[in-house]
């Protein structure tokens, strides 16, 4: 862990966050949006890591908007957010509307076991 002076802090709270700089992107470029809706899919196929997912889709949600997505699949902004977090479980239509939204569908593939 780097030790920052007072200064050091202060110059650093000026810039943004890389979270916040990441959504600004997904909000801005809805081709950099679909992008990262795949890769956390298949995240997903390859590690099975259903808290990333739903941690990830939650990202989306926010990228897209809440009020809209919420509109949308009838869930109010709160469960909306509820339902992706670790704790949450995300109803098939509400993943479905979300990945609709950020323009990705659903392909069904046989697993290799």
Do not use: W
């Amino acid at each position: 862990m780097i030790n920052l002076n007072a200064r050091q802090k202060k110059v650093l709270a000026k810039f943004p966050k890389f979270d916040d700089v990441q959504l600004a992107r997904l909000k801005s470029d809805p081709a950099y949006l679909r992008a990262y809706v795949s890769l956390c899919l298949q995240e997903y196929a390859d590690n099975h890591n259903m808290d990333l997912l739903k941690s990830s889709l939650g990202i989306v949600v926010r990228a897209l908007g809440a009020t809209q997505v919420s509109r949308k699949v009838h869930v109010s902004r709160t469960g909306l957010y509820r339902s992706f977090t670790a704790k949450g479980n995300p109803s098939f239509a509400t993943v479905c509307a979300v990945l609709d939204m950020a323009g990705v569908g659903l392909a069904a593939y046989p697993l290799s076991r």
